[in-house]
């Protein structure tokens, strides 16, 4: 998702993910600075998810720092 949420989003924007799962989507979100909301009807999955959000720290410009790696 990051591609998507960097292209078709700004910073601060909200991204929704109805289907949380594990939180990838959140994570990624968190990282370029973006707000996020998701929705889990897992218990176990929501947790994992929210544990890994918050332990997620802001990036800027990860899209644009892979591509210089390559």
Do not use: C, H
Not at 2 to 11: F, H, R, T
Not at 29 to 42: D, F, P, S, T
Not at 51 to 68: A, D, G, P, W
């Amino acid at each position: 998702p990051l591609w998507a949420i960097e292209v078709y989003s700004d910073k601060n924007n909200l991204v929704l993910d109805p289907f949380m799962g594990s939180g990838t989507t959140g994570v990624v979100a968190k990282k370029l600075g973006r707000n996020y909301v998701g929705i889990e009807l897992n218990k176990e999955y929501a947790k994992m998810a929210k544990e890994r959000i918050e332990e997620t720290v802001y990036q800027e410009n990860i899209l644009s720092q892979k591509r210089e790696k390559k």
